[in-house]
């Protein structure tokens, strides 16, 4: 489980490019933090109040000062600036941030969004998602393909939604997809799996590219 989330962090990364601002949810988004590639400088944000965060911090050498919005603890760069909510909520309303990584409960082929609550159950609530995905430039969905073989990306959402087509990206263990008008386009397929394998574990209709290449790796 633990590579499979690795390689859907190493991939979401690559989308990144010189300049960008970016932000990382909490959970699997995190770690995207450490697979940047070399070269490529952007700035990530972090909704609990800072810019400038880099990577995981090495076990013992944990700042208490500096942790991510899923509290962990993590690093910053030397340009680091932190600052309080109001000012980390401004960042994002006012349309600074390039690209957000959320993960997701459930995404169908519209591009609505559901990843705050299971009615019934306790979850982490939307916390600042309903924000960015809003703000951001783009939306970018980083999660495993199935909840324990249960289909994730649907024709409709069952779940409440946190926004409506907002979508623009979905990187999972199985391949890249596109959110267009038309519907979901799988754009890149990881050489794990077949076309039949996707096709099976989606709950819609995928658009194949004629353009399908293998998922980019490391």
Avoid at 61 to 89: C, L, Q, R, W
Avoid at 98 to 122: C, F, Q, R, S
Avoid at 135 to 150: C, D, E, F, R, Y
Wanted: some cysteine.
């Amino acid at each position: 489980m633990a590579d499979l989330k690795a390689r859907i962090a190493s991939r979401t990364a690559k989308e990144f490019k010189d300049g960008d601002v970016a932000n990382l949810g909490i959970g699997l988004p995190t770690m995207v933090a450490n697979y940047l590639p070399e070269g490529v400088h952007i700035v990530l944000h972090s909704e609990n109040g800072f810019t400038g965060l880099a990577g995981s911090a090495e076990k013992g050498k944990e700042d208490v000062d500096v942790i991510n919005s899923g509290g962990a603890y993590v690093t910053h760069t030397p340009e680091a600036n932190f600052f309080d909510t109001a000012m980390s909520f401004a960042i994002v309303r006012g349309g600074h941030v390039d690209a957000t990584v959320l993960g997701a409960m459930e995404v169908d082929e519209h591009g609505n969004l559901a990843n705050w609550i299971v009615p019934g159950k306790m979850v982490a609530g939307m916390g600042g998602a309903m924000d960015l995905v809003v703000g951001a430039k783009k939306v970018i969905i980083s999660m495993l393909h199935t909840q324990k073989g249960a289909h994730k990306i649907l024709k409709e959402c069952t779940l409440p939604y946190t926004a409506l087509g907002v979508v623009d990206l979905i990187i999972t263990e199985m391949g890249v997809m596109e959110v267009t008008p038309e519907g979901i386009v799988l754009k890149e397929l990881h050489p794990d799996f077949t076309l039949d394998e996707i096709k099976a574990a989606t709950g819609c209709e995928l658009i194949i590219s004629p353009d399908l290449k293998p998922m980019e790796e490391e």
